[in-house]
């Protein structure tokens, strides 16, 4: 099915491929998406999203850290504009560990 393939090739969530469907005339709700997805069989060949910022039992990953980051949700780099508020961050937990 071509809503599994968006999914797995293109790292889309599931309301993106509900709203792609949407848009070409098939209207399915999201969790039908995730449905599809779990029973399909090339969904064994998805790789999970890694960050580099793993560091002993504490994972960041990427896009929702640096996210929150750049909000200033945290208390990290706080201080910084938020252009380069992620790289002070992560040299502040460097320094740190």
């Not at 960050?51 to 780099?77: F, I, K, M, W």
Request: glycine letters at 6%.
């Amino acid at each position: 099915m071509v809503a599994v393939r968006w999914y797995l090739r293109y790292g889309l969530s599931w309301r993106n491929v509900e709203e792609l469907l949407v848009e070409r005339g098939v209207e399915v709700d999201h969790v039908t998406v995730f449905r599809w997805v779990q029973r399909s069989p090339a969904t064994g060949r998805r790789r999970p999203v890694r960050s580099p910022y793993t560091r002993g039992q504490v994972v960041c990953r990427s896009d929702v850290c640096q996210g929150n980051l750049r909000r200033g949700h945290y208390e990290l780099a706080v201080d910084a504009p938020p252009a380069v508020r992620v790289a002070v961050a992560f040299t502040e937990v460097a320094k740190a560990t």
